[in-house]
């Protein structure tokens, strides 16, 4: 998980994640991994190296976290990401799920959109959006 964590604090800043520094990015992604959170988290790899990943959660049919490093985006790794958390809630059998990102992060809602999720609500900060299940 460590690789991963670095990669979050590193190409995701700005996150409160990040803000609350490694130890804390580390222990998240574990987390997911735990029995009771009924979670799961893929890592995208290019010689060896993590240059992704992806974490959900069936407890709150949530998109928890998404990463590519900036050197790799645009490659199609968010897409196989994305199809990775599909396979998971497919697996549970559950139709829909759903991801919060800020309302400033328009390059991630495009990111979205462009994946087919909907736009379903906003608050002060953020935006949700749903995907049904290919």
Do not use: W
């Amino acid at each position: 998980m460590k690789p991963l964590a670095r990669l979050h604090r590193a190409a995701l800043p700005d996150t409160i994640n990040s803000h609350l520094g490694f130890g804390h990015l580390e222990r998240v992604y574990r987390v997911m991994m735990m029995p009771f959170c009924k979670g799961m988290v893929s890592v995208a790899l290019h010689d060896g190296e993590v240059v992704g990943g992806v974490s959900a959660s069936a407890v709150s049919n949530m998109l928890t976290s998404i990463v590519v490093d900036p050197e790799y985006r645009r490659m199609g790794i968010g897409r196989l990401l994305v199809n990775a958390v599909d396979d998971f809630f497919r697996a549970k059998r559950t139709g829909t799920y759903f991801v919060e990102t800020r309302i400033a992060n328009e390059s991630a809602q495009a990111f979205y959109h462009r994946l087919g999720f909907t736009e379903i609500g906003r608050n002060r900060r953020d935006v949700t959006l749903r995907r049904e299940v290919p």
